[in-house]
């Protein structure tokens, strides 16, 4: 053997032992490395658990040492004034009631699952579909909240902190201070078509700021964005007479004040609803309405302060902008994804109220008939549902099913709640068509439908009777003012004192309008799918042939339904109005300033010099009683002018599965909530108790 055979024989052996002594020190080292991070992970699970633990105690403790806890955090911020008070106080529920309801073993679990009545075309910020507005308020965040379970309060929601100060001129200024290191999520690629490719600048995460904030504001305001809840807002907001943002996390509100007098005191002040006004103020992410796609800004030169309040450009892409089918999200809730079958949300396991969301996922699948809902809850699809009148029986035997005494077995019970709706049902009379400018002819009308038959008959009677346009339960509701009787013979005399009687014989009365004989003949449009609607109009339409009325039905889909009452063409509507929360304001629907405006509430064209004249008067007055005389002078205008046919308040039966946490009724729960006026459950409390459901 050579010297270099023997060289490489000795080199492999050497190499060979080399070898298997790294194996076996990776093999030791990964073992090592195993035990090191069982280690740790043990560790983290037990400082995340104490985290949890901590994190709980910390909401069972006082409100003012939350309150100064997020002071603290922000004590160097310059422009915090520490001799004001804070508008915003801190709501136990959250802080100690809700936690201890909660338990220290408490984790968000489970899916809540939902439906909705139909797709919305769209997930547009400024959408007029109440629905829309509820997910996006959900992934989103305000200047402030209410207070579980109470009307007209404020407790901190992204601002810690909102002053009111008084600047140079000795006028009223709010000045808002915002939480640091809040974030919209990324946008994703998946949510767009595959035309659309976002440029980087979308897929990362941005901080929420002041800046935003003045975009929402913006967009509002300008007269370009046509979407009903802009059109709506901008009402409201016209007061404002500056927004300034001062800093990233800080921004300044001045409303108009007006000269008005206070126990013999002549004082300067802004509109009542200011600061509940200003406490509503939310984010429009200024880093997706601002650009197209691929990161161009809409309008490059964007300059000036009120840019945003003005171009008509940017407003006109705004409208149809590509991102106007996802939902941006900075809130307790992310959206998820809208398909043509549901929308979902996860939850923001980031947000600084970590008992905002207390499930992992919702869920909302859409519907196209009520009927297809009330199925889904049947076979436990879905976990709640708000029952209708015409389903009560059906419900009821239910009940009594077998399929239902297995869902029973397996702990799927099913439980009920009823409550008065905060929304009443009515007959919009359009007053731009000759037929309705009348009050004469609209109160006979309405002395022509036998509401109580109604109530009876369709709802099985679940429904209220009412006078106006108040919730039947509020201050603002005027109980000495009584519904128009149901009398059809005094109804038609009504009619021919008005010069409506049959000339021709042909059982439809008629009226010579513009120097020819009209024959009273309207459409009644309403909603195709609502099984309940359908037999009420139906049942109008025979009542009012019995003064010689030919009414005829006009179902409608949702969208057709939309577009006809917001450009005003409809003749008569059947439909149903939501109710805001206390306060009270008439404007929206009844305001002569927003009779001709398109897309507006006032989709019947109402004007009253007097009820404008209250509606200026609330906006001003701060005293409860003078404003319960003011609301109960208006309820009687509105009772005398029959502008709208009141049918009735429903009695609303929410039904759900046992293992849903949370239902409610804050007024019923003074033994949690002392003082609370809140009559309805609020869903945002809800929260899944198994975790295999």
């Keep these: 053997m050579n010297k270099n055979s023997l060289f490489f024989t000795v080199f492999r052996l050497l190499l060979g032992c080399l070898f298997i002594f790294f194996m076996a020190m990776l093999y030791w080292s990964s073992n090592l490395l195993e035990q090191d991070m069982k280690r740790v992970e043990d560790k983290l699970l037990k400082i995340n658990t104490r985290l949890n633990e901590i994190n709980l105690k910390s909401y069972s403790e006082t409100a003012t040492a939350k309150v100064n806890d997020d002071l603290a955090k922000v004590k160097s911020r310059q422009h915090i004034d520490d001799s004001l008070p804070n508008l915003l106080t801190v709501d136990p529920f959250y802080t100690v009631t809700l936690p201890k309801m909660l338990g220290m073993d408490f984790k968000p679990q489970g899916k809540i699952r939902s439906a909705s009545l139909g797709k919305p075309e769209n997930l547009h910020p400024f959408s007029q579909w109440a629905q829309v507005i509820q997910w996006t ?29 008084e600047n140079k001129e000795g006028q009223s200024e709010y000045w808002i201070h915002l939480r640091d290191q809040v974030f919209f999520e990324p946008l994703r690629n998946d949510f767009f078509l595959s035309d659309i490719r976002l440029n980087p600048h979308f897929l990362k995460k941005h901080q929420v700021t002041a800046h935003d904030f003045k975009f929402y504001y913006d967009a509002l305001m300008n007269p370009h964005v046509q979407e009903m809840s802009a059109v709506t807002m901008r009402k409201y907001l016209s007061d404002i007479e500056e927004f300034r943002v001062v800093d990233d996390l800080t921004f300044v509100v001045r409303w108009k004040e007006e000269t008005t007098t206070n126990d013999g005191k002549t004082i300067k002040r802004p509109i009542y609803v200011a600061r509940l006004l200003t406490g509503s103020f939310r984010p429009l992410a200024s880093f997706v309405y601002k650009y197209f796609p691929d990161g161009k800004k809409i309008v490059e030169e964007d300059d000036g302060v009120d840019f945003y309040r003005q171009n008509s450009i940017w407003a006109q892409n705004f409208s149809t902008h590509f991102a106007k089918n996802i939902i941006v999200s900075c809130g307790p809730w992310i959206f998820e994804g809208m ?91 359009n007053q731009a068509k000759p037929f309705f400018k009348s009050k004469e002819v609209r109160r006979a009308l309405t002395m022509s439908i036998d509401r109580q038959r109604i109530i009876k008959q369709n709802l099985n009677g679940m429904g209220v009777e009412i006078n106006g346009p108040f919730y039947r339960y509020s201050k603002a509701y005027d109980e000495s003012i ?7 013979h005094a109804a038609k005399i009504l009619l021919e004192q008005e010069g409506w009687y049959d000339s021709d014989a042909d059982g439809i009365i008629d009226k010579e309008i513009d120097g020819k004989r009209v024959p009273f003949r309207f459409s009644l449009s309403y ?76 989709a019947i064209g109402f004007q009253n010099a007097q009820a404008d004249i209250i509606i200026k008067k609330l906006k001003m007055e701060y005293d409860p009683e003078t404003r ?63 975790s295999d459901v």
Excluded at 482 to 488: E, L, M
Aim: proline share 6%.
């Design 137 to 165: 308020n959900m992934c989103s965040v305000a200047v402030a909240t209410d207070k579980f379970g109470f009307y007209e309060s404020m407790a901190p929601d992204m601002a810690i902190k909102m002053e009111l100060r």
């Design 339 to 429: 398909t043509d079958r549901q929308i979902s949300f996860r939850r923001n396991p980031n947000f600084y109220n970590p008992l905002a969301a207390l499930t992992e996922f919702k869920v909302y699948e859409f519907k196209q008939a009520i009927e297809s809902l009330w199925q889904d809850f049947k076979s436990n699809n879905i976990d709640s549902h708000t029952i209708q009148p015409d389903q009560l029986i059906e419900y009821e035997n239910f009940l009594k099913s077998d399929q239902y005494s297995a869902q029973k077995a397996n702990h799927n019970e099913i439980l009920r709640l009823d409550y008065v709706a905060r929304s009443y049902v009515n007959i919009q009379w």
């Design 482 to 488: 009584k519904p128009w009787p149901f009398d059809p």
């Design 527 to 602: 909603y195709v799918k609502n099984a309940t609607g359908k037999a009420i109009v139906e049942y109008i339409s025979t009542a009012l042939k019995e003064v010689g009325i030919d009414c005829r039905p006009n179902g409608l889909d949702i969208a057709d339904l939309s577009a006809t009452f917001e450009d005003k063409s409809f003749e008569a509507l059947f439909f149903i109005w939501g109710m805001g929360s206390p306060p009270e304001d008439p404007e929206q629907l009844w305001s002569s300033s927003l009779a001709k405006v398109k897309g507006s509430s006032n």
């Design 628 to 690: 319960i005389k003011l609301y109960h002078e208006f309820n009687k205008i509105i009772h005398d002018e029959v502008p709208y046919t009141f049918l009735y308040t429903p009695k609303t039966s929410f039904i759900y599965r046992q293992y849903l946490q949370n239902v409610f009724i804050p007024a019923d729960r003074q033994d949690l909530i002392p003082g609370a006026d809140v009559q309805e459950p609020e869903n945002q409390i809800f929260w899944i108790k198994k």
